[in-house]
């Protein structure tokens, strides 16, 4: 079923996820997680309550103990686990998609990640397969018994726990968008315990998100923050997802700061108090994160990306914080698990400390040109991978998430989406922008282009007229990663193969002449470099042109051939056609057919 993501379950309400679909889920998650208690909590979404009581009514039914958290932020969720030893979490919410989603994300006992692969594939299953069974308790008397459910406000506790780890704060004046989500409702709470001016931005818990979406990813979804932080002369501005996990700075001048340079600075100040620390950042990260890690004595980590990774891989290495670039930040005092509040609090003490703009914080680590995410719709997810692994295998490969591929000045990282119908890639360069945007957009050209080509023919006759389309078919081969095959056909007469007659007797010997001299052209055809570049495979045959065109293209499995249009005229071309219209018309794959720049058709 589509609302069983790779990190949690997602789907329009109440198309895709009603109340029906929430309770058969908490039945499925009550049989699922071993123990007796689960905590559940909820954002601010319309459709929230209604969601969230039917989980409830599954989750007792399947026999478990429920501990109700009411309105908080997933993060605040997580705690609870941890802190009271619950046997897993469930919190109801979309995170940061629109408001006609909803949706649910789990955490194991001990805060540990429930992704597909080590959970939700198993309560699709027992969903998809009606493996619904009541609650059992072993023993004397029924056996089938329904759990209970008790509240539990865990504000105070979660307040004590996130300044507990917070350095000192004072002195500073930030601007904060909630984005109508739940932070509206922390940060109130939090920022009353700590000495600084915050000018709030959209703090009214909403679900119908009536200023924008609560994602601060999106550039316009940051225009509000930016535009308070220049007027009211912010030192920073703060922008958060609708279920609080995620965060992203805007710096004192208003400009957004990427969310992995956040990484770099918080990474710099997490290694003055431990020292050799490892570091996690994921696979779409500056390089200058990976340097400064390093340059700072501490271990730099590179993983997937994605929560449950993240986390696994933070309790493996016992790292210390860990950063991806959608704005989750991980602490391994908060559990090995990611929090805004934890973030804004430790980038604020950041600031008092440095006692410098923090634009000035973050430009020795915004050092290199970094694209970004770059989004594109693509059918054949794997296939495009493919395809562009062929096309630069020439530098440094990794697999260790989708596809990135290193050059001495750049670099870039393509990869399916895990929640969406996309492919997303980033792109660095270390020298300019303009080299990071040229590649870039190549790259997007290449994603974005609508078939797959892993061979391409190109014909030659040897002609001039060949010669200036040759660049063509070398290009379309080294967009695509493809291997280039050239053919040159030793033509039969044109009358002779038309009417099915006999071909003109040439002398065996003189034939054996001009086949060797053709298979000499042959090998001048494309040059040494070319051939260092790209799988090159030469061929020779003999017949009518088009004919050995098109056996030549079934036979190899050719995806595009290449070929000049001459132009010419004559009886031949006046009773048959031209080689060049025969093969558009019959080839079993695209044609690019190339008119020499300049050549004009010769009409009788």
Same mark, same amino acid.
């Given at each position: 079923?589509?609302?069983?993501?790779?990190?949690?379950?997602?789907?329009?309400?109440?198309?895709?996820?009603?109340?029906?679909?929430? =309770?058969?889920?908490?039945?499925?998650? /009550?049989?699922?997680?071993?123990?007796?208690?689960?905590?559940?909590?909820? &954002?601010?979404?319309?459709?929230?309550?209604?969601?969230?009581?039917?989980?409830?009514?599954?989750?007792?039914?399947?026999?478990? &103990?429920?501990?109700?958290?009411?309105?908080?932020?997933?993060?605040?969720?997580?705690?609870?686990?941890?802190? $009271? &030893?619950?046997?897993?979490?469930?919190?109801?919410?979309?995170?940061?998609?629109?408001?006609?989603?909803?949706?649910?994300? $789990?955490?194991?006992?001990?805060?540990?990640?429930?992704?597909?692969?080590?959970?939700?594939?198993?309560?699709?299953?027992? #969903?998809?397969?009606?493996?619904?069974?009541?609650?059992?308790?072993?023993?004397?008397?029924?056996?089938?018994? =329904?759990?209970?459910?008790?509240?539990?406000?865990?504000?105070?506790?979660?307040?004590?726990?996130?300044?507990?780890?917070?350095?000192?704060?004072?002195?500073?004046?930030?601007?904060?968008?909630?984005?109508?989500?739940?932070?509206?409702? +922390?940060?109130?709470? +939090?920022?009353?315990?700590?000495?600084?001016?915050?000018?709030?931005? $959209? %703090?009214?818990?909403? /679900?119908?998100?009536?200023?924008?979406?609560?994602?601060?990813?999106?550039?316009?979804?940051?225009?509000?923050?930016?535009?308070?932080?220049?007027?009211?002369?912010? &030192?920073?501005?703060?922008?958060?997802?609708?279920?609080?996990?995620? #965060?992203?700075?805007?710096?004192?001048?208003?400009?957004?700061?990427?969310?992995?340079?956040?990484? /770099?600075?918080?990474?710099?100040?997490? @290694?003055?108090?431990?020292?050799?620390?490892?570091? @996690?950042?994921?696979?779409?990260?500056?390089?200058?994160?990976?340097?400064?890690?390093?340059?700072?004595?501490?271990?730099?980590?590179?993983?997937?990306?994605?929560?449950?990774?993240?986390?696994?891989?933070?309790?493996?290495?016992?790292?210390? $914080?860990?950063?991806?670039?959608?704005?989750?930040?991980?602490?391994?005092?908060? %559990?090995?698990?990611?929090?805004?509040? %934890?973030?804004?609090?430790?980038?604020?003490?950041?600031?008092?400390?440095?006692?410098?703009?923090?634009?000035?914080?973050?430009?020795?680590?915004?050092?290199?040109?970094?694209?970004?995410?770059?989004?594109?719709?693509?059918?054949?997810?794997?296939?495009?991978?493919?395809?562009?692994?062929?096309?630069?295998?020439?530098?440094?490969?990794?697999?260790?998430?989708?596809?990135?591929? =290193?050059?001495?000045?750049?670099?870039?990282?393509?990869?399916?989406?895990?929640?969406?119908?996309?492919?997303?890639?980033?792109?660095?360069?270390?020298?300019?922008?303009?080299?990071?945007?040229?590649?870039?957009?190549?790259?997007?050209?290449?994603?974005?282009?609508?078939?797959?080509?892993?061979? #391409?023919?190109?014909?030659?006759?040897?002609?001039?007229?060949?010669?200036?389309?040759?660049?063509?078919?070398?290009?379309?081969?080294?967009?695509?990663?493809?291997?280039?095959?050239?053919?040159?056909?030793?033509?039969?007469?044109?009358?002779?193969?038309?009417?099915?007659?006999?071909?003109?007797?040439?002398?065996?010997?003189?034939?054996?002449?001009?086949?060797?001299?053709?298979?000499?052209?042959?090998?001048?055809?494309?040059?040494?470099?070319?051939?260092? =570049?790209?799988?090159?495979? @030469?061929?020779?045959?003999?017949?009518?042109?088009?004919?050995?065109?098109?056996?030549?293209?079934?036979?190899?499995?050719?995806?595009?051939?290449?070929?000049?249009?001459?132009?010419?005229?004559?009886?031949?071309?006046?009773?048959?056609?031209?080689?060049?219209?025969?093969?558009?018309?019959?080839?079993?794959?695209?044609?690019?057919?190339?008119?020499?720049? /300049?050549?004009?058709?010769?009409?009788?």
């Amino acid at each position: 079923m589509e609302i069983f993501k790779a990190y949690d379950i997602r789907g329009e309400y109440p198309a895709e996820l009603d109340e029906a679909m929430a =309770e058969k889920i908490g039945m499925a998650a /009550g049989r699922f997680f071993p123990g007796r208690t689960i905590a559940v909590g909820r &954002d601010m979404r319309v459709s929230g309550p209604a969601l969230a009581e039917a989980l409830l009514r599954g989750l007792t039914r399947a026999g478990k &103990d429920v501990v109700d958290l009411g309105l908080v932020t997933t993060p605040m969720v997580t705690f609870a686990v941890a802190r $009271f &030893d619950y046997d897993a979490g469930i919190m109801v919410t979309a995170s940061h998609n629109p408001a006609k989603y909803n949706g649910m994300k $789990f955490v194991g006992k001990g805060a540990e990640a429930i992704s597909y692969d080590s959970g939700i594939n198993e309560i699709e299953r027992m #969903v998809t397969s009606g493996d619904l069974r009541a609650g059992e308790r072993p023993g004397p008397g029924p056996s089938a018994v =329904e759990g209970s459910v008790s509240r539990r406000d865990v504000l105070p506790e979660y307040l004590g726990h996130v300044m507990a780890f917070a350095g000192p704060v004072r002195g500073l004046k930030l601007a904060i968008d909630a984005g109508n989500g739940m932070a509206g409702y +922390l940060m109130p709470h +939090l920022f009353g315990r700590i000495e600084a001016e915050v000018v709030p931005l $959209f %703090f009214e818990l909403d /679900g119908r998100f009536p200023n924008h979406e609560a994602n601060p990813l999106k550039p316009e979804n940051l225009v509000p923050l930016q535009k308070k932080v220049q007027e009211v002369h912010a &030192d920073l501005g703060v922008a958060f997802d609708g279920d609080g996990d995620r #965060v992203a700075f805007v710096d004192e001048r208003g400009a957004a700061i990427p969310c992995d340079i956040t990484t /770099g600075l918080i990474a710099r100040d997490m @290694l003055e108090s431990h020292p050799g620390a490892a570091i @996690l950042y994921d696979v779409r990260s500056s390089w200058a994160i990976r340097e400064d890690i390093a340059a700072f004595g501490g271990i730099p980590v590179l993983t997937r990306v994605g929560h449950s990774f993240i986390k696994q891989t933070m309790r493996e290495r016992d790292a210390v $914080f860990g950063g991806e670039l959608s704005g989750h930040y991980y602490f391994r005092d908060n %559990f090995y698990s990611d929090s805004g509040a %934890f973030t804004v609090l430790r980038v604020l003490s950041i600031l008092c400390r440095e006692r410098r703009p923090l634009s000035e914080l973050v430009a020795p680590i915004q050092r290199y040109h970094h694209s970004g995410e770059v989004n594109s719709e693509v059918d054949d997810k794997l296939g495009k991978i493919e395809e562009l692994a062929r096309a630069y295998g020439q530098g440094r490969v990794s697999r260790l998430d989708g596809l990135t591929v =290193e050059f001495d000045d750049w670099w870039f990282n393509v990869r399916p989406s895990n929640t969406e119908p996309e492919m997303r890639l980033v792109v660095e360069a270390t020298t300019s922008r303009a080299h990071m945007e040229i590649r870039r957009d190549t790259l997007a050209r290449q994603i974005r282009r609508g078939f797959a080509v892993r061979k #391409v023919l190109f014909t030659t006759d040897f002609s001039p007229y060949s010669k200036e389309a040759l660049p063509h078919a070398v290009g379309m081969a080294r967009d695509h990663g493809a291997e280039l095959h050239v053919l040159h056909v030793l033509s039969t007469p044109e009358l002779g193969v038309q009417f099915e007659t006999m071909a003109l007797a040439l002398n065996g010997e003189l034939l054996a002449q001009i086949e060797k001299a053709s298979r000499e052209e042959l090998e001048k055809v494309v040059s040494e470099e070319v051939r260092k =570049e790209l799988p090159v495979t @030469l061929a020779l045959r003999r017949g009518a042109a088009f004919v050995e065109i098109l056996r030549y293209a079934r036979e190899v499995g050719i995806d595009l051939i290449v070929l000049a249009t001459h132009g010419r005229t004559g009886l031949s071309h006046a009773l048959f056609g031209s080689v060049a219209e025969k093969v558009v018309r019959k080839a079993p794959c695209p044609v690019l057919s190339v008119r020499p720049k /300049g050549h004009e058709f010769k009409m009788p």
